[in-house]
Structures are given as C-alpha cells and as structure tokens.
C-alpha cells in the first residue's frame, strides 16, 4: 500500500497580509506621540514666522516719502540708505525739520538749492517714486 502525504495549506495570520497604507503596526505609541509633537513645533514656527512677517519691526521702515514741509525726523539709517522717521518736532531725537518736498526733482542740488536755511537733502531715485526733501537742523529739537 502506498500513502500520500497530504500537505496541508498554510495558515495567514493578520499580520502577514500585506498593510492596506494605514497605520503602521511597527510605530510604537511613543514614537506616534513624538512625531506629533514634532509636527506641532514645526507647526508653531511656520506660524511664528508668518507672523513676525506680517507684523514685523515697523520702526525700520522709511518714511521719507511721507514727510512734507514742517515735518521733523530723525534718520535712523546711515548717510549712504538714509532712512527717515518722522517725529514730533519738540523731540530729542528729532535731529531734522523738512522745508521742503519735492516730488518731480531728481537732483538736491537743483532742487534745494532756492530754499533758505537748507544744510542737507535727501534723495530718492527708484522706479515706481522719486523724490527730493529738503532739511535743515531742527531747532526746536527737545523744547517742550
């Protein structure tokens, strides 16, 4: 008499099947929580840095185009990227007062040079804006 073996088919567990793009068995409950919160600090900064763009240091800016005669500022760029802000005449820091503002004049010596008591300029040359302000020391810097 001759037997035959009779080979029994394999058994598949859950965890042989292939995954199905869902959570990952082999992620650990701490290393879930880890790159959450990895995540959320990312997160946080991207936030951080939209708003600091969005609502960054103001005291930067220039404000020279806004200036107009009787105005006084205070450059708090350097001589060569001046940069104005404009201040109340009577404070210390208001080192200069506008006498005049010229929006069609590309160069200060043509532009000041018919304004009394002028010791400086500022110029502007861009594309979109240029102008002309001419200043002199401002004397009523400090008096209250």
């Not at 001759?2 to 394999?10: G, K, R, S, V, Y």
Request: charged letters at 25%; aromatic letters at 6%.
């Amino acid at each position: 008499m001759i037997a035959f073996a009779n080979p029994q088919p394999e058994e598949l567990t859950v965890s042989q099947l292939p995954s199905s793009g869902g959570l990952n068995a082999s992620h650990t409950p701490e290393q879930i929580r880890r790159n959450r919160l990895i995540f959320l600090a990312v997160l946080l900064v991207l936030a951080g840095l939209v708003t600091f763009s969005a609502l960054g240091p103001y005291d930067t800016k220039d404000q020279s185009a806004k200036l107009k005669p009787g105005d006084c500022f205070q450059n708090t760029g350097t001589k060569e990227n001046a940069k104005a802000e404009k201040l109340d005449c009577t404070d210390p820091h208001a080192d200069y007062k506008v006498l005049k503002m010229d929006k069609d004049a590309v160069v200060d010596t043509f532009a000041c040079s018919d304004v009394p008591d002028t010791t400086g300029s500022l110029t502007q040359v861009a594309a979109k804006e240029w102008f002309v302000v001419c200043f002199k020391e401002n004397d009523e810097k400090g008096k209250n």
